[in-house]
């Protein structure tokens, strides 16, 4: 299982950190990737942070400004979020994906790969 938590109402410029708590499963073995989906959009991938911690990928729309990181030994990944913009509104979902999916990839922001999915977390940047 996962939850998300830390999303709110935040202004332009702001920041907020987002927490994913995973159980019944060692994060070891599993990527966490961070999406999210705004109205009327489809799902996309923002983030992703290796089953070791140790390589990150980022969409071009993030780079820069967010950064995930992941604690293996407290089943805890997170996302830290800077200088957000009115366009990262959305609800942000955390995902697990297995060493085994992903077939010698150290990240994946595809989806279509993700295992595991929390139930999603609100974030609203506005004035």
């Known amino acids: 299982q996962l939850a998300e938590s830390g999303g709110g109402l935040v202004q332009p410029g702001g920041s907020l950190t987002l927490t994913c708590e995973t159980s019944?499963?060692?994060?070891?073995?599993?990527?966490i990737g961070w999406f999210r989906q705004a109205p009327g959009k489809e799902r996309e991938g923002i983030s992703c942070?290796?089953?070791?911690?140790?390589?990150?990928r980022y969409a071009d729309a993030v780079k820069g400004r967010f950064t995930a990181t992941k604690h293996n030994g407290g089943n805890y990944a997170y996302l830290q979020m800077n200088s957000l913009r009115t366009e990262d509104t959305g609800i942000y979902y955390c995902?697990?994906?297995?060493?085994?999916?992903?077939?010698?990839?150290?990240?994946?922001?595809?989806?279509?790969?993700?295992?595991?999915w929390g139930q999603g977390t609100q974030v609203t940047v506005s004035s």
């Open positions: 995902a697990a994906v297995s060493t085994a999916r992903l077939r010698g990839l150290a990240t994946s922001l595809d989806v279509r790969l993700y295992d595991y």
């Open positions: 019944g499963f060692t994060l070891a073995y599993y990527a």
């Open positions: 942070v290796s089953p070791g911690g140790g390589a990150t």
